[in-house]
């Protein structure tokens, strides 16, 4: 099959949080030996929010040369709390978020299209967002974007 390969990773972290990846190699190596393997388009999708997909963004486009894609949920999660999985519940500060709680982290309409401009500025193609994406979400990302 002749068919373009599209393998976008999930950014994980590890209890100490330093892996990113199971195989305990930097993740924008990893999407260089998928590149150079002959993925059309490699990057990221799920778990983190623009905040914490950013920083890893910027890695990617200094490891790849191809085609890059950007997926983030459209949750507030930050340095200390990377993904949506560990994001604490807002009242209790003790009990996790997710899976019930995840919108009171709900990012902005403004801050995903502030998102889909910078990934656009990386020259990041291949956009879209994950799980917790709204219609007001996809407009102002659409709309960024001059769409």
């Keep these: 099959a002749n068919l373009p390969a599209v ?32 993925a059309d388009v490699v990057g990221f999708n799920c ?40 994001l604490k519940d807002l009242a209790t500060q003790t009990k996790l978020a997710f899976p019930s709680n995840l919108d009171e982290h709900l990012e902005s309409r403004r801050s995903m299209a502030e998102f889909a401009v910078a990934a ?12 917790g994406n709204s219609p007001g979400h996809m407009r102002s990302f659409a709309e960024a974007l001059g769409r």
């Design 7 to 38: 393998v976008p990773l999930t950014p994980m972290l590890d209890e100490d949080k330093t892996r990113e990846t199971d195989q305990d190699i930097p993740i924008e190596q990893a999407l260089r030996v998928l590149e150079d393997r002959g």
């Design 47 to 86: 778990w983190r929010g623009p905040s914490t997909m950013l920083p890893i963004m910027k890695k990617a486009r200094q490891a790849c040369r191809g085609h890059l894609a950007a997926l983030p949920v459209p949750f507030r999660t930050t340095p200390e709390q990377k993904t949506m999985f560990v």
């Design 120 to 131: 656009r500025e990386l020259d990041f193609k291949y956009l879209g967002i994950c799980c």
